[in-house]
């Protein structure tokens, strides 16, 4: 079984600073990844960066990076420069065997 | 390059009836996955397709069903519909063939059902 938490419900940046978004899963699963996914108010659901379990190295992808700890099973989305367009449904998910298991998500919003 | 896409966009029901969703996964993938997001939560597994089977389920009772075409679209059915089925009905695709170990899952903007 597969579980994800999100404690952060909403949270809000202003335009140009740095949000870390926190994430901590379970999985019994010895192969798996990791993911963020940005769900917009349009609904539809976007990969923002993924993390191989097996890689120390943490992920970047432009202004989002993550902090993965395996250990302590936690897995927080770092969003630097905040833009506008980054308002929305942030997911963390986990994922084996192309099943995600997703957490609530936090409403992140960028105030100009 | 068409992404993937859902039909309808929207749709009302009553309780007791059935309904059918449809997905056409994106251009090159061969896998659909199904997924109801309730509304502020996050989307749960419903089952995926892969072959024109069903490969894998989540805990969803036997009212939720589905087909995979051999096309890859595939078509999610919902028996008996209850209040509790009113969400946003996800479909994701992505590529199986290779058999690698990941292959990330491009998803669709949703079907709306709503069940009266």
């Known amino acids: 079984a597969q579980t994800v938490t999100q404690s952060q419900p909403e949270m809000s940046v202003q335009e140009a600073e740095t949000v870390t978004l926190s994430c901590t899963y379970d999985?019994?699963?010895?192969?798996?990844?990791l993911f963020w996914y940005k769900q917009p108010p349009s609904r539809q659901m976007i990969l923002v960066i993924r993390?191989?379990?097996?890689?120390?190295q943490n992920a970047t992808e432009n202004r989002f990076s993550v902090n993965f700890q395996k250990a302590a099973k936690s897995f927080s989305l770092k969003i630097s420069d905040s833009q506008l367009g980054d308002t929305a449904m942030y997911f963390c998910?986990?994922?084996?065997?192309?099943?995600?298991?997703f957490g609530k998500g936090t409403l992140l919003t960028v105030n100009p | 390059d068409a992404g993937v896409t859902q039909s309808p966009t929207h749709l009302i029901k009553t309780r007791g009836q059935q309904v059918t969703l449809r997905c056409s996964p994106k251009?090159?993938?061969?896998?659909v996955s199904w997924y109801q997001q309730a509304l502020g939560q996050g989307p749960q597994f419903i089952f995926q397709?892969?072959?024109?089977?069903?490969?894998q389920r989540g805990n969803f009772p036997d009212r939720f069903s589905g087909h995979q075409f051999p096309n890859y679209s595939s078509e999610l059915n919902v028996n008996a519909l209850l209040l509790g089925d009113s969400a946003l009905y996800l479909c994701?695709?992505?590529?199986?063939?290779?058999?690698?170990?990941?292959?990330?899952?491009?998803f669709g903007p949703g079907t709306r059902l709503t069940v009266l």
């Open positions: 994701a695709s992505s590529f199986l063939g290779t058999g690698s170990s990941y292959n990330e899952q491009f």
């Open positions: 999985t019994s699963e010895s192969n798996y990844y």
């Open positions: 993390q191989e379990a097996y890689k120390q």
């Open positions: 998910a986990v994922g084996s065997n192309y099943k995600l298991t």
């Open positions: 251009s090159g993938h061969d896998t």
């Open positions: 397709y892969y072959e024109e089977e069903e490969r």
